[in-house]
């Protein structure tokens, strides 16, 4: 019984990201609890309280998001216009985490890149990850991941050197009330970004770091 209360805790306090493991608990709440590492600033459920992945993909078949929505379009939108100045003319691009109604690739191909979809739901096409490419995008997904260190570490490999990786999620900042904040409500959220966190791979793994606006990030791999 003892081995296994040593277990939990570890479970507990191991961070999914960097792998060190002195986190320690930031929020308490009925149904899970939330721990912050000091390494690396990610805020994250403990496995033990994540979804199965049939729930999970029920949770997901309820989204709505559709490619001919103008205010989707617009939300999207965030993301691919401050990228496309840095893209290669007709470039190679795929975007991870399509979801049921793939749209951003569909914004990239309108102009003019060969775009793939990936998506352990809705795109599972393993042969799509043992490509290259000038760029990946990674819209809403990433507060999804339960292994954060795999999933980035694939992402390097899918990226040239020289390519950019875009991700928008929802950035968690000290000035945030964390028992108010909305965004940890969703059970399939489980891994939560701040600038610490981005800034620490950024030096982790030696890439280019810039900010956009509205949760936008940009990685170069140089």
Request: proline fraction near 6%; hydrophobic fraction near 30%; charge should be negative.
């Amino acid at each position: 019984m003892e081995s296994i209360k040593k277990s939990v805790i570890r479970d507990h306090s191991t961070c999914p990201l960097c792998k060190k493991n002195n986190s320690t608990l930031f929020c308490k709440e009925q149904h899970r609890s939330y721990f912050q590492c000091p390494c690396c600033s990610l805020l994250y459920v403990p496995s033990c309280h994540h979804l199965s992945p049939v729930e999970e993909k029920k949770r997901y078949d309820t989204h709505t998001n559709h490619p001919d929505d103008p205010e989707y379009r617009d939300f999207l939108n965030r993301l691919v216009s401050p990228l496309l100045p840095y893209l290669p003319t007709g470039g190679k691009g795929i975007d991870y985490g399509s979801g049921p109604g793939p749209t951003l690739s569909l914004m990239f191909s309108e102009f003019g890149f060969h775009m793939k979809d990936y998506d352990p739901f809705y795109a599972n096409y393993n042969k799509v990850l043992e490509e290259e490419y000038d760029f990946l995008t990674c819209s809403e997904t990433m507060e999804h991941f339960s292994n954060p260190k795999e999933e980035w570490e694939l992402f390097l490999k899918l990226v040239k050197r020289g390519g950019w990786i875009g991700i928008m999620t929802q950035l968690y900042e000290r000035e945030i009330d964390f028992s108010q904040w909305y965004y940890k409500n969703d059970p399939t959220h489980v891994s939560f970004y701040s600038k610490e966190t981005f800034k620490w791979l950024a030096e982790e793994y030696n890439l280019r770091l810039l900010f956009g606006e509205q949760s936008v990030v940009f990685f170069q791999r140089i």
